[in-house]
């Protein structure tokens, strides 16, 4: 695709990238999102070294500190210097918007590994139930495996002493005749 003379603007797109690393921790959807622009929007801006429009401009002065002069030419600092130009509200917008991602990402992966990890826990705890009411039944057997392993015997005085619902996820009839 060819540029336009008009629109291009050589490094436009580096020192965009500057802004979003330092202000958005590099998280290109919370910056879109904050310029209310999609993604997609955002992409084709480094795809043609454009500047952010217009109507976005006051957003990006206001939410980033950015100084204008330095972004559209490259030349001064990149941010301005003075704190009154970026509202505390606006600050705290920003940080809100990336803890929010980093959250929904860490509740994303714990979902995941939970849902992961659920089925294998409901077999063991059906496998110590089973072995439990076994042991219940068995004298010798429940001498024999309380004397070798201290930590099944921890468990079991847990299993004896709180309500521990049947976890069988295949009950059989007489499981479901006694809850």
């Known amino acids: 695709m060819a540029k336009t ?23 290109k959807k919370n910056f879109a999102k904050l310029l209310h622009m999609s993604p ?4 084709q801006l480094f795809a043609e070294d454009l500047p952010v429009p217009q109507k976005r401009i ?16 490259g030349e001064g600092e990149p ?3 003075h704190a009154s130009s970026m509202r505390v509200a606006d600050r705290a917008a920003v940080y809100l918007v990336n803890s929010l991602a980093a959250s929904q990402k860490q509740h994303r992966l714990l ?16 496998a ?7 042991m219940d039944s068995d004298p010798d057997l429940k001498a024999l495996i309380l004397n070798t392993s ?3 015997a921890d468990a079991y005085d847990y299993y004896l002493h709180n309500s521990i619902p ?12 006694n809850p």
């Open 5 to 27: 003379s008009k629109s291009y603007n050589p490094g436009i797109g580096q020192r965009l990238e500057l802004v979003i690393d330092k202000k958005c921790s590099n998280n």
């Open 79 to 81: 941010f301005n210097e």
């Open 128 to 134: 110590l139930n089973k072995l439990f009411s076994l």
């Open 166 to 177: 049947n976890l069988n996820p295949h009950p059989t009839k007489q499981d479901k005749n």
């Open 40 to 43: 997609s929007q955002l992409s």
């Open 111 to 126: 979902r995941d590994n939970a849902s992961k990890l659920l089925p294998g826990l409901v077999r063991e705890a059906a």
């Open 58 to 73: 006051s957003e990006l002065t206001k939410l980033f500190d950015v100084n204008l002069n330095w972004y559209f030419t």
């Open 150 to 152: 201290p930590e099944l």
